[in-house]
């Protein structure tokens, strides 16, 4: 009888399975791999588990931000993204701490840099156009809320899948209130070299909004040429180019072009071209299109906000290792509560109430700063918000209402458009509410003399004034 065989060929190998990696759980959010590292943080890609969308989520140590003093810095750039959202910039959609990072959910775009595309060569004047058409949309925008990039670059423009500009990285951003001084100019010296403007470069204080409108200019050389206006290996030899404004247009340029680009690299910022002149420019207008942007969109502010089942719950988890495995014990961020009737506001947290706070120390949480007014009120959502309506109607402010938040919206148009004040509803403790105001657009005097003569007098008798806040009052 013949010996029984046992064939070892690969269709009769049983069969290996693959080792399935454990995923990376942060909330509702499944962590993938890296897209890239800095000195402070990583970003990655993840997938909302519940909604399948794609994101990137921006990793920052906490270690390293408290050693080099960076926590206002970092407060600032959240301040500033809530602030600034457009369809030309990156969205802030959430954020998250640990007890050993601070997570930034936002818009994951899919394009890549702009850098990317002119580091293959000059681009077509059509296509060049619409991405500083696009870019110039965006810097409007921030600059009517009061917030100057100061670090335009093609590096930090992103591409979205259907070729759309997205403006990022707001790390070295100010806010009009960061001005110091009489001269009302901001003083930090900061920028990307090549695309610095010559203001910064004197070191006696500079325009924010101007800063900008220099770096655009720059960028759209770029974009135009394939190269930088001013350049040269020693960085000295450059800077005395960027002071003299010493460069040359490439003769495939348009009269229109180099008129455009002459007036965005005007080394005098008192007599450079300002945004609204931009918008009635020959060569820019060619094909704009105004981006149609509600208010109802703007209200839309990213929330950072627990659980309710898990109310018992801080911001921070137990232990680093709770978010490493498959199924995290508490997710903190959650879709927003709806219920019948009012709505209810929004939970504060402790990464909340940190992030309206200048510094860690709390004590000045409740009162002025700059274009912010907080206060805490025992009185139901229903009458503050009645009493912000009637504020509203006795000046002849427009009203937008969506659940805790109003968007009062004058008529009167200023230098920087018609006032325009958001009003939101936050719940601190089941019985006590804060009642944030700021300025949303329009100039800070007409928003001053709407407060002083307006909204403290009218809000006065809903103020709840512990006896730690005596400083409270709107």
């Not at 403006?167 to 990307?192: I, K, M, P, R």
């Not at 965005?264 to 060569?283: V, Y």
Request: hydrophobic share 40%; aromatic share 8%; proline share 5%.
């Amino acid at each position: 009888m013949a010996a029984a065989t046992t064939k070892t060929g690969p269709e009769h190998r049983p069969e290996k399975r693959a080792k399935v990696e454990p995923k990376l759980l942060l909330g509702r959010y499944e962590v993938g791999k890296l897209l890239g590292a800095g000195t402070f943080a990583k970003v990655y890609v993840a997938r909302n588990v519940r909604t399948d969308e794609l994101v990137a989520v921006k990793a920052l140590d906490k270690e390293k931000i408290m050693k080099w003093g960076l926590v206002a810095h970092i407060k600032r750039e959240i301040a500033i993204l809530r602030r600034v959202r457009h369809p030309y910039i990156v969205q802030l959609f959430e954020v998250m701490a640990t007890k050993s990072k601070i997570y930034f959910v936002m818009e994951y775009v899919r394009g890549g840099e702009l850098f990317s595309r002119v580091a293959k060569g000059r681009l077509r004047e059509d296509t060049a156009r619409r991405y500083f058409q696009q870019l110039v949309s965006a810097v409007a925008f921030c600059h009517a809320r009061g917030v100057f990039h100061r670090d335009l670059k093609p590096e930090n423009l992103l591409l979205d899948e259907n070729g759309d500009l997205k403006v990022s990285d707001f790390g070295l951003s100010a806010v009009a209130e960061q001005s110091h001084g009489e001269d009302g100019l901001l003083h930090t010296f900061c920028g990307t070299p090549a695309y610095i403007a010559p203001e910064v470069l004197r070191k006696r204080g500079y325009d924010g909004a101007k800063v900008d409108i220099w770096s655009c200019g720059i960028i759209l050389f770029v974009l135009m040429a394939g190269y930088l206006p001013f350049q040269d290996p020693n960085i000295v030899a450059m800077y005395r180019k960027i002071y003299k404004g010493d460069f040359r247009c490439p003769r495939w340029f348009s009269p229109d072009l180099i008129r455009l680009l002459r007036r965005l690299l005007d080394t005098n910022p008192r007599t450079r071209i300002t945004i609204p002149e931009i918008m009635e420019d020959k060569w820019f207008k060619k094909g704009f299109r105004h981006v149609q942007f509600s208010m109802e969109d703007d209200l839309e502010d990213p929330q950072i906000q627990n659980d309710p089942a898990e109310s018992d719950l801080t911001l921070e988890w137990e232990t680093e290792s709770d978010c490493s495995i498959t199924s995290c014990p508490a997710t903190l961020l959650v879709e927003k509560r709806r219920r019948e009737g009012m709505p209810r506001p929004l939970s504060l947290n402790a990464f909340d109430v940190i992030s309206f706070s200048r510094v860690f120390d709390l004590s000045g949480l409740f009162g002025e700063t700059g274009e912010e007014t907080r206060f805490l009120s025992k009185e139901p959502v229903s009458t503050i918000i009645s009493k912000l309506e009637e504020i509203a109607k006795v000046v002849d402010f427009a009203v937008r209402r969506k659940d805790c938040r109003v968007s009062l919206e004058g008529t009167r148009e200023g230098e920087k458009g018609p006032l325009t004040i958001a009003a939101e509803i936050f719940e601190l403790t089941p019985s006590i509410v804060v009642i944030e105001v700021k300025k949303k657009a329009g100039d800070s005097e007409a928003y001053e003399e709407f407060c002083e003569k307006e909204l403290k007098p009218g809000l006065r008798h809903l103020v709840y004034e512990p006896a730690h806040t005596a400083k409270a009052t709107p």
